[in-house]
């Protein structure tokens, strides 16, 4: 029972325990109503996972290497004006212009991190500040509307009524992520210099490498992100995407991503994702009120901080002791008095 | 214990470093000074006003965030929301008066931000995952309290907040006035001292002995009455509020305290130094558009000169070691 229940929340398993709790207590909520356990949900939760999770990939494997990317949303913002800009005839080539923006600053910030030798929140935020100017400069300050209406409707289609080919989309890049990085060296040399950077340099391998390219994959995946969501609403603004960075960090922690480096892997930032929009269409399904999804996702978040945090085994046997102390006080003091009368 | 505190950045050796370093900011500060004093409209009264008005609100959240830094703790994401919660707090409880309201809403946002501050300090929970749960659990608990919509002032009082003492708005000598209490704490109390010692070495801080729990969440509880203040300020300009009112202001207050100088890693800085950052933030604003820039040149050139920064201060206390 014990060692299950140890199992069931060690850091590689718990982003998928969350997820299926996450289901079952919504589940218990809904009482058969059907109006959770529906396809329209699965369908909802999908497109939230399109937007939310690229971001959230791209953010977490910054968070593997032990850097923190903030300037994930400014990516998203730029790559989305760009695709919108430049793809009215080719959606493939705006998409690509967008994208290859993306891997672009990416590479920047990583060359700026390593070579420099910066703290990559800092430079991140200066990056996203950087991107969100050159976004509104693109755009004329103003929302630019995107005239090819049928790549909108054609990127939200259903394919089988669950995914959309934006959902589909999504999912194939957590599928490449996650066999780059089980079945390459890629992920394993990731983990090694997430976990610690000295080591790895003298084991000959090249951690400044390994950071440039997770900036340039990060600024990659939350560049796809924008593009996606800015073509299948046929509009892009350089305004009102810089909320996305608090949702995609938790997602990536919830996900078992650790944030002091080298643990967690893409699907269970996969899972953890899907763990944050199940609980927001899942509520709204149910017909909770949207804060409740508020108010839950930052309690867990919270218990997570609170069970990551590195004192609290510490905190724990020292409470022991002091009862077990405590106890074997209180004992004695009653043998002896009771050795007394 | 107080020579202990000191950060140990007084080495003959690094004094030609720190001598580079302080030279390239005073040139930078000189630059910008020469470029707005050149700009026809710069030193009217009416766009000094709008400056010190402007830099009342980031600037409080700024000073905040300086102690959050300071003690090792990067940054918050829910200074924004604290601020926009605190101003709620602010408006809904004016029908006590102004000076109760005042308080009440400081209260709030210093024991909102105690809290987090206890579970980074006693627990080493890791402090940006703390401030992200803080951040969706205000945004939840604004959203439960007030039902999604807006603030109106529940009494008299804000007109307070609007005025001037001898021609300078009361917003920014609410502001000063928290950048010289911030300094004075930072560099003249002892607490400010163990600040300084569990940021730039918090298992040294620890091996000596030193409470870091309780100091970390008194830094946190600054940084809370610090955002509650600016969060009254900015009730008090709009007349009315809600959770959108401090989107953003985590970013720009980061932005001002790493452009004044004060080390991301932790173990430096000052409230002073993120008083100047505040200033070149927003005099560049300013001058950028009083020349004219449209606002999206506006935004992208300060953003690569915050980006300038920000690489030029790094790559300085690198060299400096």
Known sequence: MKASARLLLSPAVRPFTIMVGTIAALGLIDRGTGYFFSVGTIFSVMQLFATLGLVALGLGLSMLVREFDLSVAGMMSLAGCIAV????????????????????????????????????VGVTLGGLLTLQGLTYVLAGNQTVSYPNMAVALGLNAPIAHLLSVRSAAALAV????????????????????????????????????????????SGAASALAGVLLSYSLGAASPAGLSDVLA???????????????????????????LTLCILRSGLSAIGVPPFVHDLVTGGILLVIAVLDAPDLARHMTAWRFSRAERLAHIFSKESRDGAAT | ????????????????????????????????????????????PLSINALLTAISFVGCVAVGMTFITLTGNIMSLALGATLSASA???LASLSFGMVPAFLIAALFGTVITAAQGFLVGYFRANPILVSIAALSLLLGGAAFATGGHRIYPGGAGIEFFKARIAGVPVNAIIFFATVIVGQFVMSWTRIGRLMTMVGSNPRAAIAAGIDITATITIAYAIAGACAAIGGMLLAARYGSADMELGAGY?????????????????????????????????VLEVVLLLRGFSEQLQYLITGLIVLGVIMLHALGERRQG
């Open chain 1, 174 to 217: 957590f599928m490449v992520a996650a066999l780059v990085m089980t079945f390459t060296h890629i992920g394993r040399d990731i983990i090694a210099t997430g976990s610690d950077r000295r080591a790895s340099r003298i084991a000959g391998l090249n951690t400044d490498r390994i950071v440039i390219g997770v900036f340039a994959a």
């Open chain 1, 85 to 120: 800009l430049t793809g009215g005839t080719s959606p493939w080539l705006g998409a690509g212009l967008g994208v290859g923006a993306g891997v672009l600053s990416g590479l920047l910030q990583g060359l700026i991190i390593t070579r420099l030798g910066l703290s990559s």
């Open chain 2, 250 to 282: 985590d970013y720009s207050a980061i932005a001002a305290v790493l452009v004044g100088g004060t080390g991301i890693s932790g173990g430096s800085g000052s409230a002073w130094r993120t008083f100047i950052g505040v200033i070149v933030i927003a």
């Open chain 2, 88 to 90: 709620l707090v602010f």
């Open chain 2, 1 to 44: 214990m107080s020579e202990l505190a000191v950060p140990g950045r007084r080495s003959r050796r690094l004094l030609g470093a720190r001598q580079l370093g302080l030279t390239i900011r005073v040139a930078a500060i000189a630059a910008i000074a020469v470029f707005a004093l050149s700009t026809p409209g710069f030193l009217s």
């Open chain 1, 247 to 273: 949702p995609a960090a938790a997602a990536a922690i919830v996900g078992g991503v650790s944030v002091v480096g080298g643990r967690g892997n893409a699907l269970g930032i996969a899972a953890g994702v």
